[in-house]
């Protein structure tokens, strides 16, 4: 249902095939659809028409690819999903100008709502894409700290990750006709959901296997990003955080992330990973059934959880 309505939207042919080109690239490379899901999946389970819900998830969706767009940009990413990023296919200046664009194309989506709601779904929209922007400024300056504690890199992802997850429940709540509590409960869901998804995320990408990953395992350890498992494994502070310090100060390349990663293994990360994300999973259903939903209501979203831990991209 979500995937069709992306796939029909409809951009200029006969011309600025230089901004438009990259939109349908991005949009139709296709990725969970996790997002306009949820707002669907919301909208439909307090009662709504899941089909006047279909603009917004388009507009969620048309967000979140154009953060993409950019966060490729500003880490020089060449792979997502699969195949060739936008800036790496066309070059830089397209990519911000073409994410510009669907950024705005997002917020004309979303806007296509019942006036008796759009104020608070605006409201909602633009202060998550604040959230996203001050992640995505967080994520930046940690990457000239030396280190990070969990605190600060819980509040980076519950940014950059957790907020948009938190307004397309939330959204799709109202469309629905949730209450102003239900659909604040609902964005605690989304929220909570997605740190346990970035958790994941973090796992997978060393972890993972690059074939369902979509883009090299072993990116971040490269990159010294800081990730849940790098920033729970310095706070360790003993022999192995010592040892997982030198590590990270070695050269980009296979050898740096099989030592890395033997250190994680030895630190026994993979189980603090999963101990973590299933905490979050916890929390992101105690959220919901806290709602006024009916308990089979509330069973599509456990659902939700069970699909999303455990994954393999």
């Given at each position: 249902m979500a995937e069709a309505e992306i796939r029909s939207?409809?951009?200029?042919?006969?011309?600025?095939?230089?901004?438009?080109?990259?939109?349908?690239?991005?949009?139709q490379a296709g990725g969970k659809r996790?997002?306009?899901?949820?707002?669907?999946?919301?909208?439909?389970?307090?009662?709504?028409?899941?089909?006047?819900a279909l603009k917004a998830a388009a507009g969620i969706e048309m967000f979140h690819n154009f953060t993409l767009l950019h966060d490729d940009?500003?880490?020089?990413?060449?792979?997502?999903r699969g195949r060739a990023t936008v800036h790496a296919k066309w070059d830089a200046n397209t990519a911000i100008l073409s994410g510009d664009t669907m950024l705005t194309l997002a917020t004309m989506l979303v806007?296509?709502?019942d006036d008796?709601?759009?104020?608070?779904?605006?409201?909602t929209f633009n202060t998550q894409a604040l959230r996203v922007y001050e992640g995505q400024r967080l994520d930046m300056d940690f990457e000239s700290m030396e280190t990070v504690?969990?605190?600060?890199?819980?509040?980076?992802?519950?940014?950059?990750?957790?907020?948009?997850?938190?307004?397309?429940?939330?959204?799709?709540?109202?469309?629905?006709?949730?209450?102003?509590?239900?659909?604040?409960?609902?964005?605690?869901?989304?929220?909570?959901?997605?740190?346990a998804f970035q958790i994941e995320d973090d796992y997978l990408d060393t972890f993972g296997n690059a074939d369902?990953?979509?883009?090299?395992?072993?990116?971040?350890?490269?990159?010294?990003?800081?990730?849940?498992?790098?920033?729970?494994?310095?706070?360790a502070a003993d022999a192995n955080s010592s040892a997982l310090r030198a590590a990270l100060s070695m050269p980009a390349g296979p050898t740096k992330v099989k030592t890395v990663t033997r250190i994680y293994e030895m630190m026994d990360m993979p189980a603090v990973s999963k101990a973590e994300v299933a905490a979050y999973s916890s929390k992101a259903l105690s959220a919901v059934k806290a709602t006024s939903l009916s308990d089979d209501k509330r069973e599509i979203f456990r659902k939700l959880i069970d699909k999303l831990i455990g994954r393999s991209k």
């Open positions: 939207i409809a951009f200029p042919s006969d011309k600025l095939e230089g901004l438009y080109a990259p939109i349908t690239y991005g949009m996790l997002r306009p899901t949820l707002l669907l999946m919301a909208a439909d389970a307090f009662g709504g028409d899941a089909s006047k940009v500003m880490d020089k990413s060449d792979l997502r806007a296509q709502v008796s709601i759009l104020r608070e779904v605006l409201d504690d969990l605190d600060e890199y819980l509040e980076m992802i519950k940014c950059k990750t957790g907020a948009l997850l938190g307004a397309s429940a939330k959204i799709g709540a109202l469309i629905g006709g949730a209450s102003h509590e239900d659909a604040e409960r609902m964005y605690e869901f989304g929220l909570m959901l997605g740190v369902t990953f979509g883009k090299p395992i072993g990116g971040d350890i490269n990159n010294n990003k800081k990730t849940f498992l790098m920033v729970k494994g310095l706070a």
